[in-house]
């Protein structure tokens, strides 16, 4: 509808249409105390990841509960030869819960005495890793490499570890060197070899593409070696590292000083089994943190951008 208006200049009416008021958008309004649309995502997300984690990890756990009561059982009886678990714990309660403290000499807490074998692994495994992914890139691409050193090299690895530690302390005339040479030649052949037949296996189109573009030394490691190899190498790390490990342990109990070889073999010398039984916990557990960090980086580096896939 129209209104009339009066003009105050004169007394004419005017018409103004009249101005229709929109109807207010009614905007329905959240439950009270209804959380919001993120944070119930986030729960979900949540949730579906724990029950995950322990879909992974409850039958782990169970059989470990059933281990250690089979144990416990057993060990319990009179004249039994090993400590049950409840007395290993008992017995190494200081180890357990102190293990940075510092006595004499080679009186150390477990966490040094980790420290100190994991600090050799460290430079051997490395050494080892540099030498084999380069030897083993070397004869992979070479066959007159291969056939002059494949066979020398076949020969040695059969060699076990602690056969080269009278020969490495003989060579250096210290502990630590030696033992870090005993590392060094243990983890290098699972990685040369399995690098070796990695790049044996690189596809001869990718050899074909590198020609045609004309690839530089380096654009052809990065771009088509390191891509096509990335499996096979870090399965020969993951070997190396747990090869390592078992190396150093060894070599421990017979070079003395701070280690965990050498704590293991100080306790049988003592009779403290339950010493012993918690190092080989320790042993056992560390050793799973190496394979599972190189298998990690394994697959990072195999989804990185720079090896292509």
Known sequence: ???????????VEIDVPAQSTPAPVVVPAAPVGAPPKSLVS????????????????????????????????ACSQPGASLPPPLKVFADTQDLIFHPFFEGNGTDKGLGWQLIASLKRVAIGFSLATVVGVALGVLIGQSKFAYRALDPIFQVLRMVPPLAWLPISLAAFQKADPSAIFVIFITAVWPILLNTVVGVHNIPQNYRNIARVLQLSGPEYFFKIMLPATVPYMFTGLRIGIGMSWIAIIAAETLIGGVGIGFFIWDAWNSSLLSEIIIALVYVGLVGFVLDRLIATAGRMIARSPDTGR
């Open 1 to 11: 509808m129209n209104k009339l208006a009066v003009d105050p200049v004169g007394s």
């Open 42 to 73: 986030s729960l979900k997300l949540i949730a579906g990841h724990a029950r995950v984690m322990m879909d992974n990890t409850l039958p782990t756990v169970v059989m470990l509960a059933l281990l250690l009561g089979i144990w416990q059982i």
